[in-house]
């Protein structure tokens, strides 16, 4: 099993701003989705008053939606009560170290639980393989975003910068890359077949 988490925050840096809304996706053998977590989130006021406006004009969470969530510390407990009954499942996200600077301080301490690959950097090296390279605005390459990940592995989901659709759509990119390294790997096993006769 696979848990591909989204947050969006009150500001980009994890040791000043905080969690506005979290949501999680499993993934289950077959890849498909079998179970999903979403919920906004009420940090506090101290946090609803610092918020960068530019992080909220970008996921749209506003401070009221803000005020009316549940607060913080219960919506870390729900989704830790989320990630047990999928306990063993690794925890994915399509930022890894942006999502694990924030759910890895309190209240949320993530710790416990095993972080795999980031879906941005996957995502990244399997378009640069197939000579897709995407460029910055200064033309060196540079790391996918989600919308481009997107496009490229015809992923349709809609509403992006929200935490649930972001997660979903996360985890439906890495779903492609995860079957396009399992046909590799079987058509590497057939052309070593072919090469050696076995």
Known sequence: MRAILDVE?????????????????????????????????????????????????????????MREAPPIEQVARELEAFLDAHWGATLHSF????????LEKPPWQVTR???????????????????????GPNSRPKWVSLAEAKKFFKVKEDQAHRALPDARAAAYVFREILL?????????EAESV?????
């Open 180 to 188: 396009k390294r399992a046909e590799d790997e079987m058509n590497d």
């Open 113 to 135: 639980r095993v972080w795999g690959e980031c879906i941005m950097l996957a995502a990244t090296d399997m378009m640069n393989e197939a000579g897709m390279t995407v460029r």
């Open 95 to 102: 930022g890894r170290s942006f999502d694990m600077g924030f």
């Open 9 to 65: 925050t009150t500001g980009l840096a994890s040791s000043r701003y905080s969690v506005a809304e979290v949501a999680a996706v499993i993934l289950g053998k077959d890849l498909e989705e079998m179970a999903s977590f979403s919920s906004l989130v009420n940090p506090g006021e101290e946090a609803i008053s610092n918020a960068e406006q530019a992080a909220l004009q970008t996921n749209g969470i506003t401070p009221a939606m």
């Open 194 to 198: 072919m090469e050696h006769g076995l």
